[in-house]
T-cell receptor, first 109, second 113 residues
């Protein structure tokens, strides 16, 4: 089946640092989504990308849909303590949403 | 107002029991889903319903049976619970079958002892 490789698995960074994570796949996706999951909660959508090459920002978050449609990255600038959580990429092809394994982000203040 | 709400939030039960998890969405969406998140936090789709019709049925034991009485509700019934069923189960909904983002509930943490 389709799989997404998300990296890094976890990050422990200093408050104020920038963060970068990415997802790659051997399959083409028509849509890329980035979600954040806080402890005890469900995933919440951060950014949706619908076109190859698209670069979209949401506050301190920036995500890009790779030109080959097989990858996407998410950057977080000037991290703050409330950025901690698990970040998931998800690729959509047809009617199925496939999730990456998640990146656990921890922030030292 | 909670957009996607599922109950209960926690469920502890013995092996062999039958249990149900309920989900309701007030977003007016046509499509609802059940996802399973394992101990490694991996999210995998189980089922999807569009307007009360099953459209995605992944390789899931037939002890798991979804039921959609109307398009705002999608319940998950599990028969003969096993230890390996312990996980967090998430309900989600989207406007139409997956051409827009999915909104997730808070999850139901199922522990089978």
């Amino acid at each position: 089946g389709q799989q997404l490789n998300q990296s890094p698995q976890s990050m422990f960074i200093q408050e104020g640092e920038d963060v970068s994570m990415n997802c790659t796949s051997s399959s083409i996706f028509n849509t890329w989504l980035w979600y954040k999951q806080d402890p005890g909660e469900g995933p919440v959508l951060l950014i949706a990308l619908y076109k190859a090459g698209e670069l979209t920002s949401n506050g301190r978050l920036t995500a890009q849909f790779g030109i080959t449609r097989k990858d996407s990255f998410l950057n977080i600038s000037a991290s703050i303590p409330s950025d901690v959580g698990i970040y998931f990429c998800a690729g959509l092809n047809g009617n199925k949403l496939v999730f990456g394994a998640g990146t656990i982000l921890r922030v030292k203040s | 107002d909670t957009a996607v709400s599922q109950t209960p939030k926690y469920l502890v039960t013995q092996m062999g029991n039958d249990k149900s998890i309920k989900c309701e969405q007030n977003l007016g969406h046509d499509t609802m889903y059940w996802y399973k998140q394992d101990s490694k936090k991996f999210l995998k789709i189980m089922f999807s319903y569009n307007n009360k019709e099953l459209i995605i049925n992944e390789t899931v034991p037939n002890r798991f049976s979804p039921k959609s009485p109307d398009k705002a509700h999608l319940n998950l019934h599990i028969n003969s619970l096993e230890l390996g069923d312990s996980a967090v189960y998430f309900c989600a909904s989207s406007q139409v079958p997956m051409n827009t983002e999915a909104f997730f509930g808070q999850g139901t943490r199922l522990t089978v002892v």
